[in-house]
């Protein structure tokens, strides 16, 4: 059983076993709704909240905002990686150091908001045309201990945990 905290507001990532098309669905789902659902949490901020850490040595309302499309950028790139090749090694990238960077600081949320919407509206596109068998390709992760190959549909539960992640991370701030 996850153990819900403030790093982990939703629980733990776990990866599931047996995946139905019916938990793809529903996956997909979460994702197509997170812009609007990121949007509507961040509307409900105040301007000084954007500033506030979810945890005490965790990110901003602001970083959290601007990390969601960035990570879920490199996974639409990942899946199409995936569906294009033959079983690639991906890049991973450090996400802490990305946080750094002076666009987190300056850029407006908006741009971030904008992109995640544009970006999720293309992804679940390609996800919803897929066919059952290109859930089974995917990709390695060179940091991953086994090497194995991860499938599309863990990554998009993954993904589908992330996104509730983040959402709770931001409405904690509230």
Do not use: C
């Not at 197509?32 to 961040?42: C, G, H, I, L």
């Not at 089974?136 to 509730?164: C, F, M, N, Q």
């Amino acid at each position: 059983m996850s153990q819900i905290t403030r790093q982990y507001p939703v629980g733990k990532y776990h990866k599931p076993g047996a995946i139905s098309p019916a938990d793809r669905a529903r996956w997909i789902e979460t994702i197509a709704a997170t812009p609007v659902r990121m949007r509507e949490a961040v509307t409900a901020l105040a301007a000084q909240q954007l500033d506030t850490p979810y945890r005490e040595g965790g990110w901003t309302a602001r970083h959290v905002v601007h990390h969601l499309p960035e990570s879920h950028m490199n996974a639409y790139i990942r899946f199409k990686l995936a569906l294009t090749e033959d079983n690639p090694v991906i890049k991973p990238y450090d996400e802490a150091a990305w946080a750094r960077l002076n666009d987190v600081a300056s850029a407006p949320i908006e741009a971030s908001l904008d992109l995640l919407e544009a970006l999720h509206r293309r992804w679940v596109v390609l996800m919803r045309g897929m066919q059952e068998a290109d859930w089974t390709r995917g990709y390695i992760h060179p940091e991953a201990k086994d090497g194995k190959v991860i499938p599309l549909e863990e990554v998009l539960a993954l993904y589908a945990w992330h996104s509730d992640h983040h959402l709770a991370h931001i409405k904690s701030v509230m």
